[in-house]
């Protein structure tokens, strides 16, 4: 039983982490049309940054340095790269943030090596929040799970109750009327995007002390983050939410199940218990990595919009 | 009644609980050439798509020569004999002007998949081409990137394609739309002689087009089909007037 | 003009046929592994140059391709069912088939989607290759041999190299053909308009699908022939730089240009074998140049290239002026002031530096880099890295090689070029 609630809770926050990076590169897509590839580049940025900066301003200084600088690399990025390229066409912006993709986690190499660093959490900060049974739950993790709920919230009202936040909902609908009553709709994509990467690098610099900090970050993180948005509808912010929990649940409950892939289908009867053995002795644990595509294939043969997406072909 | 190509009975449209159109039935014979007028915001636009197959009616059908069209996907509609232009032209700016006008042949043949260019139908598929562009007096201009014409001529190319798949129901999106006075006389006659035998349906803003080229009129106010008659009738009727008090053509 | 085009392609076709004569071994195999870069580089193209489909996941359909025929040449070994020569077409026909499955799912969305969905795709089959050991060989992966044919023997280099070169020329007439073609066409019709080629009665899905596949089938057979050279497959092969590599290849050599792909594989491939050696961080340069390229230069090199024809074709330049000269110098000076930047960082930052620092008791030993030692500290090493980069880079846009970024333009308007999609 412990397990199963250890299992959900681990899934719930990693879904949480999920969706901290997520939301940002949905909003943005259903904003001003971009498909930041780049997006989770920005996660492993604020990791890194926050690992250089904690020697010198302590671990809270680290993650306060790692959001602002990632924030401010997504500003410069937009304002003044893909700004430039939008001319050119849609695509095109999409070719420069694979580009920028590509050129981050070399830059990271480039700096810190291509191993992983030895970012962690503080002694301080690793006691137990709380005991399930036997197991004590860390408190870091249900730091990261409170942090992107506090995230959520904070913009969620931003957007919902303040008049910044109007203007910002009116741009996303309808940008060039927002424009002719006056206000620099550039201005606020450009800052709408350096929140998002804020969010990210966020998500990084808190994410890689406890999960591995490496250039590889971007990459496995990333693929999982597209499968999120294309689950949840590109666009809807609640869509992420829901996708993002349902994959972070799928794949850490899956960890738990003993059964290989070919038992599952020996039991059903499509295969023999000997091939089931010998070439499809896959665990169904070790299938938590497949999953999260599955469910996309799924998604995409019977409801293309994603959960919450609009009928945007 | 004489032939019916377009039978459009009881169809309603909305989005979301937005009512755009109510209560449209309307029949169009075989050969006739109908205009669709209204004041802005009448739902011509949204008619149109419904007829063309964008989206799907919410409510009652679509007949096009006696099959159901309302809610099949573009291509089918093109296959079922439909065939149409857009409001902002829709040529393929970087292929030239013959290629433009094959595309719309070729599938016309049955040429969809071909990888090879040999063959009598082929030989067919050069000859209606060229004469599609002879009759758009378009031969001049046969080998330029059709992105590097005027825009009437263009105009011209787009219509050249909706006629050239061999649909015998043209529709045809405010074809005139940003034409000088003298190029809208040179595409009515145009028009006229490309879509000789076969029906058509225009949105259009234009009067004199309208009353240039139309065999029957059907006014849209408010989501609704106000009355349907001649040119003459419409432009008697009190009602149609007061609709229009203010608009005047375009 | 066209003559000398086809001199050109004589030339190199004559140059590639003595190869292994007047070259070495390490030549030969440099050759194939361009040439197989060229043709993954060119059907990806197929598919994004022709129908403006962005797949960011190709290198699945290389790797199944890899595989494949890694299983049909342990089957010929056993007991030969399938001449070698004509060993590539199980790779492209392994491509074909994951292409069509594939292409069907990608294509039920447009855009960013199709490119999001062609990613995580590529992940799936990646992971699936990493956990299933007893199809894909786990970390060591799988191995195989060549088998002679008839008259044909298979175990040297330059046998290979024949047979890649064969395939590379089949390849590029296939593809040519398949352009010009009128297929090509409604391909071609689909990326510009798709609305308007479904209302002229053609099933888009049904063609973007096909294009798919086939695209897929000419990467399953860059892969197959990968097999044939390596004897070898192994699971990385799926990995994300595969994808990125071969959109590296194509946007720097330029897809608009039918040979741009090819051009662009050469250069990086090359690239990478002469500059693992010289730098720890020739990928980095190598994002660089990408970056650099979707920014001043979208048409890539291949664009560049028939740009300039045109222009001198059309009388508005001579084929080389002065103008060139102080670009290619202002080229240099960029890149060597880069050089000085990435290699002098990347030096202080390396484990192996600092191992240096602790043991030599806090001296910070001077970086030797073209000859010339480069002190860190010396404030003469990051100048000469910045000016040299910055002022290099300034020399260009003003000359206008690059297009102006937006931020640096002023009165005049740059031209935009570039595979300018309007959605």
Redesign the interface.
């Known amino acids: 039983m412990e397990t199963v609630v250890v299992a959900l809770l681990n899934g719930v926050i990693y879904g949480l982490l999920l969706f901290m990076i997520s939301s940002g590169l949905t909003l943005i897509f259903g904003m001003m049309g971009i498909l930041n590839f780049a997006h989770a580049s920005f996660y492993m940025l604020g990791a890194y940054l926050a690992f250089t900066a904690v020697t010198i301003f302590g671990f809270w200084g680290g993650i306060l340095i790692g959001t602002l600088g990632v924030a401010l690399i997504g500003f410069v990025c937009e304002r003044y790269l893909l700004r430039h390229v939008r001319s050119f066409g849609h695509v095109q912006e999409l070719l420069l943030t694979f580009g920028l993709f590509f050129a981050f986690e070399e830059l990271v190499k480039l700096f810190y090596g291509p191993y992983a660093v030895a970012y962690s959490v503080p002694e301080s900060l690793r006691f137990a929040a709380f005991t399930i049974g036997d197991a004590s739950y860390p408190f870091f993790r249900v730091l990261i799970g409170a942090t992107a709920i506090v995230m959520f919230a904070a913009i969620f009202c931003l957007l919902r109750f303040t008049r910044i936040g109007l203007v910002v909902r009116a741009a996303v609908l309808n940008p060039d009327m927002v424009r002719a009553l006056g206000y620099n709709v550039s201005a606020i994509f450009s800052a709408m995007f350096a929140v998002g990467a804020g969010l990210a690098g966020l998500a990084g610099a808190m994410g890689g002390a406890y999960y591995t900090t490496s250039p590889n970050m971007a990459t496995e993180l990333g693929v999982i983050v597209f499968v999120v948005v294309v689950v949840g509808g590109l666009g809807s912010v609640g869509g992420a939410l829901i996708a993002s929990l349902l994959i972070g649940i799928l794949v850490n409950a899956v960890v738990y199940l003993d059964i290989t892939f070919g038992q599952i289908l020996a039991t059903i009867g499509l295969v023999s218990q000997k091939t089931a053995s010998d070439l499809l002795a896959v665990p169904l644990s070790s299938t938590a990595g497949v999953l999260p595509f599955l469910l996309m294939l799924l998604v995409l043969m019977f409801r293309p919009q994603g959960i919450a997406g609009d009928d945007r072909a | 009644m004489t032939d019916v190509t377009l039978s459009l009975a009881s169809v309603a449209k909305s989005f979301g609980i937005v009512r755009v159109l109510e209560a449209i039935d309307l029949e169009i014979a075989r050969g006739e050439r109908h205009a669709l007028i209204g004041p802005n915001g009448a739902g011509k636009s949204t008619l149109f798509n419904l007829i ?1 197959g964008a989206f799907a009616p919410t409510s009652g059908t679509i007949t096009l020569n006696g099959s159901t069209i309302g809610g099949l ?3 089918k ?3 079922a004999g439909l ?2 232009s ?1 409001q902002i032209t ?6 030239t002007v013959r ?1 433009n006008i ?3 042949v ?3 043949f049955g ?7 040999r063959g009598p139908v082929w030989t067919d598929i050069g000859r209606e081409t060229d004469a599609i562009l002879e009759g758009a007096n378009l031969t001049a201009r046969a080998h330029k990137r059709a992105g590097d014409l005027a825009y009437s001529e263009q105009r011209a190319v787009e219509i050249c ?1 909706t006629v050239g ?1 061999g649909a015998d129901l043209i529709l045809l999106d405010e074809p005139t739309a940003g034409m000088s006075r003298e190029e809208t006389e040179h595409v009515i006659t145009f028009i006229r002689r490309m879509t000789e035998g076969r029906t058509l349906v225009m949105v259009e803003h234009d009067m004199d087009v309208v009353f240039n080229l139309a065999d029957r009129v059907s006014v849209l106010v408010n989501g609704r089909i106000l009355m349907t008659g001649t040119p003459a009738e419409i432009r008697a009727d009190a009602r149609v007037r007061e609709a229009y008090l203010g608009e005047g053509a375009h | 003009m066209k003559s000398i085009f086809y001199i050109l392609i004589a030339a190199l076709a004559g140059f590639l046929i003595v190869l292994p004569y007047v070259g070495d071994l390490a030549s030969q195999n440099l050759a194939i592994k361009v040439m197989i870069a060229a043709i993954f580089a060119l059907g990806f193209n197929l598919l994004w140059g022709q129908a403006g489909l962005p797949s960011f996941g190709h290198a699945a359909y290389y790797g199944i391709g890899t595989f494949a025929t890694i299983y049909a040449m342990e089957a010929i070994d056993k007991g030969g069912f399938l001449p070698t020569p004509l060993l590539p077409l199980v790779g492209a026909a392994a491509g074909f088939a994951f292409g069509l499955i594939a292409g069907w799912f990608a294509t039920i969305r447009t855009g960013v989607y199709f490119a999001m969905i062609t990613v995580a795709l590529a992940e799936l089959v990646s992971a699936i290759a990493v956990k299933w050991e007893s199809v894909f060989g786990g970390e060591s992966g799988l191995r195989s041999i060549r088998s002679d044919w008839g008259p044909f023997a298979f175990q040297t280099t330059t046998s290979v190299y024949y047979l890649t070169l064969v395939w590379a020329i089949l390849v590029m007439l296939f593809l040519y053909w398949l352009q010009g073609s009128p297929f090509g066409l409604i391909v071609r019709g689909i990326r510009e308009r798709e609305l308007r080629v479904k209302f002229l009665g053609y099933d888009a899905r049904k063609v973007k699908t096909l294009v798919f596949a086939v695209s897929a089938a000419v990467s399953g057979l860059a892969g197959a022939l990968l097999a044939i050279s390596d004897e070898s497959a192994n699971m990385v092969l799926f990995q994300g730089a595969g994808s990125a590599f071969v959109v590296l290849n194509t946007v720097i050599g330029g897809a608009n240009v039918f040979f741009g792909p090819v051009i662009g594989a050469a250069l990086t491939t090359c690239f990478g074998y002469f500059g693992a050696n010289l730098s720890h961080f020739w990928m980095f340069y190598l994002g660089v140049a990408f970056v650099a390229t979707v920014l001043f230069a979208p048409e890539g090199i291949g664009g560049a290239i028939v740009e300039r024809v045109r222009q001198v074709r059309a009388g508005e330049r001579a084929p080389l002026d002065l103008s060139d000269v102080v670009n290619l110098a202002a080229l240099i000076l960029a890149i060597v002031g880069l050089i000085i930047l990435v290699e002098v960082t990347g030096t202080i930052c390396s484990e192996s530096y600092r191992a240096a620092v602790a043991s030599g008791q806090g001296v910070w030993p001077a970086v030797r880099l073209m000859g010339l030692s480069f002190n860190p500290f010396s404030p003469l090493t990051w100048i000469a890295g910045v000016g040299g980069l910055l002022l290099g880079t300034w020399v260009l846009l003003k000359q206008g090689l690059a297009k102006w970024p937006s931020f640096l333009r002023r009165a005049e308007l740059a031209h935009p070029v570039g595979t300018g999609e309007t959605k």
């Open positions: 063309s996907v573009p291509h509609i093109n296959r065939g149409r857009f829709h040529v393929f700016d970087k292929l290629e094959m595309l719309s070729m599938g016309r040429k969809r998949w071909s990888l090879l260019r394609m798949t």
